[in-house]
């Protein structure tokens, strides 16, 4: 008898499904049979990208901007990038620190390979997105989180991240705004972690700071700004969430320039430079009106504070008051144990799972961000979409004893 060795690679076997892509499919197979799902799953603006920025790249595309480019950028975008970090974020990166990449996602994807070795750790900061602790096992690191639960606003203590790093520390991940708990760390915040992470010279910093225009708090602070970390700071951004672009797949990011050169090693055999004429539109984007951006980010804010007000009248969610970002992220640890006589709500998975049958209101269990007493909201939807999926929800929470 012969045996078959597996077709399929270990490293695949061992990457987890995105659960935001899951429950996006779970939503397209329920409005099959005929269902009204409402999806507040994915990390996706419903507003359109802005006017100006198509405009440009259909100039681009005019002018003939569709050849490869050079693998970390164009020049003139390079140079945007540059100036737009002085401006907006008091960082000094050179335009050949800068490599531009098929979205932000792929930035951490490169950051990950250039910098990790086999059993090499990184601190996360917890809850994470979902892709920081498959991208960085892919790339044979252990990732280890530094946990926060909603009484601290999801915020570690300094002391927390302190107790996590180790001689096998390659660097601290984390984002603010926060996807998934839209948690802003504020100057004082990222100052205390910046004198912590100062003591440690072999232990670099990766900023996700995609979310920096939607932000309530009237300041983006990054870390990369406090002297004690400033040379050792990689900061990521894109174009996905501020300027409603998601579909460009353009995201960027500032770094020491051997790390630099390093990430445009690995995406020059992947998949070399992004697509040119969505440069030469993220160029226009950062050097011109923000007018939208700023108009959406106002649109968001309302939305918060309608979901906010209709979950408090929920008994058990408990939520916090998220500064930023498009998400809220509810602890409903209260309702495990509870049951409507045919299924019983035993953690996060069972709690969504069971809001989407009965509800078809589509969430995102929090233990795919490393929290498993909350799930995510995303109010990136119409008012009347969440005001309708929030009184479902409270229907069918109501039914459970």
Not at 339 to 347: D, R, S
């Amino acid at each position: 008898m012969t045996t078959t060795q597996p077709v399929l690679s270990q490293r695949v076997q061992n990457l987890a499904e995105s659960e935001t892509l899951k429950m996006a499919r779970m939503a397209r197979e329920l409005r099959a049979l005929g269902h009204d799902v409402i999806s507040l799953s994915l990390g996706e603006p419903d507003f359109d990208t802005p006017d100006h920025i198509k405009e440009a790249a259909y100039q681009a595309l005019k002018d003939g901007y569709t050849k490869y480019t050079p693998v970390s950028g164009l020049p003139e975008l390079t140079k945007a990038i540059s100036e737009k970090f002085k401006r907006d974020n008091g960082l000094d990166y050179k335009p050949e620190q800068i490599v531009v990449s098929n979205g932000a996602k792929q930035t951490i994807y490169n950051l990950c390979q250039a910098l990790l070795d086999p059993g090499d750790e990184v601190v996360v900061l917890a809850p994470y997105w979902v892709s920081y602790w498959e991208i960085v096992k892919l790339s044979g690191g252990v990732p280890v989180p530094v946990f926060a639960g909603v009484d601290q606003d999801f915020k570690p203590s300094p002391e927390q991240l302190a107790a996590a790093i180790t001689e096998r520390t390659k660097f601290v991940l984390f984002s603010s705004p926060c996807n998934p708990t839209g948690t802003v760390f504020d100057r004082d915040e990222l100052e205390a972690y910046a004198q912590v992470l100062g003591q440690h010279d072999h232990v670099y910093v990766v900023s996700d700071e995609i979310y920096e225009y939607i932000n309530f708090t009237h300041e983006h602070v990054s870390i990369g700004s406090f002297p004690q970390v400033k040379d050792r700071t990689i900061t990521v951004n894109g174009f996905a969430k501020g300027f409603s672009m998601t579909g460009w797949r353009l995201g960027y990011m500032g770094a020491p320039k051997f790390i630099a050169d390093a990430c445009s090693k690995i995406q020059g055999q992947v998949t070399s430079g992004a697509a040119s004429f969505s440069q030469k539109a993220g160029a226009i984007a950062l050097m011109s009106d923000m007018g939208p951006t700023d108009a959406m980010r106002e649109a968001f804010r309302e939305r918060r504070d309608i979901v906010l007000s209709m979950l408090a009248e929920i008994p058990g969610i408990k939520a916090n008051h998220p500064d930023g970002a498009f998400y809220v992220f509810p602890d409903i640890s209260a309702y495990f144990g509870k049951t409507n006589g045919q299924v019983v709500i035993q953690n996060a998975d069972d709690f969504c799972d069971y809001v989407m049958t009965e509800a078809y209101v589509g969430l995102v269990s929090g233990s795919a961000f490393g929290d498993p007493n909350c799930f995510r909201l995303s109010y990136a939807a119409s008012e009347e979409q969440l005001r309708e999926a929030i009184r479902r929800m409270q229907d069918v929470l109501g039914r459970l004893r």
